[in-house]
T-cell receptor, first 115, second 111 residues
């Protein structure tokens, strides 16, 4: 597609449940980033993939959060045992590479609400 | 202390006003600097890159002061359509290209 696609756009889940959030980057973009944005805050870095491998996962808040990108294209962010504090907008961005002059394109995000 | 700090505002200004936003960053090894714009319930979009020499794009002027670790954005002749949140963004010293965002400054331009 022309842009970064994230699904679902909205997800409501009960505390304790497992959720998966999907990101489909721009074709050919090797770099993929996940961010989390809470209300009134800027996006916070979670994890970065270069190809299939997670090159930097220093932003994942705890071991309930995990992300994969098995074929170097689509990525899935997985959250186990969701908590109310996980409620946020989860943003995905992709880029041709990890240099700033390549530019970044963000998806429109998945709004996760844990009730 | 947050790595990138901004005054969250909100800034409420009349149409035609000039408004300035400031941002400071803590990592002196930071390499690249940007301003992003985010409309309500939308994703962030690049407004402009920021260079040490200063750069201008129409009504928007960005400045970087590396010695003071300070970034600014000036908007002249504000339009109603400028109402948004403006995010100061830095790429740190790592080689992963990850963006580090400030909290954002909210601008509301009123008729």
């Amino acid at each position: 597609g022309a842009g970064v696609s994230q699904t679902p756009s909205n997800k409501v889940t009960e505390k304790g449940k497992y959720v998966e959030l999907r990101c489909d980057p721009i074709s050919g973009h090797t770099a993929l980033y996940w961010y989390r944005q809470s209300l009134g805050q800027g996006p916070e870095f979670l994890i970065y993939f270069q190809g299939t491998g997670a090159a930097d996962d220093s932003g994942l808040p705890n071991d309930r959060f995990f992300a994969v990108r098995p074929e170097g294209s689509v990525s899935t962010l997985k959250i186990q045992r969701t908590e109310r504090g996980d409620s946020a907008v989860y943003l995905c961005a992709s880029s041709l590479g990890d240099r700033p002059n390549y530019g970044y394109t963000f998806g429109s995000g998945t709004r996760l609400t844990v009730v | 202390r947050k790595e990138v700090e901004q005054d969250p505002g909100p800034f409420n200004v009349p149409e035609g006003a000039t408004v300035a936003f400031n941002c400071t960053y803590s990592n002196s090894a930071s390499q690249s600097f940007f301003w992003y714009r985010q409309d309500c319930r939308k994703e962030p979009k690049l407004l402009m890159s920021v260079y040490s020499s200063g750069n201008e794009d129409g009504r928007f002027t960005a400045q970087l002061n590396r010695a003071s670790q300070y970034i600014s954005l000036l908007i002249r002749d504000s339009k109603l359509s400028d109402s948004a949140t403006y995010l100061c963004v830095v790429i740190g010293s790592s080689n992963t290209g990850k963006l580090i965002f400030g909290q954002g400054t909210t601008l509301q331009v009123k008729p």
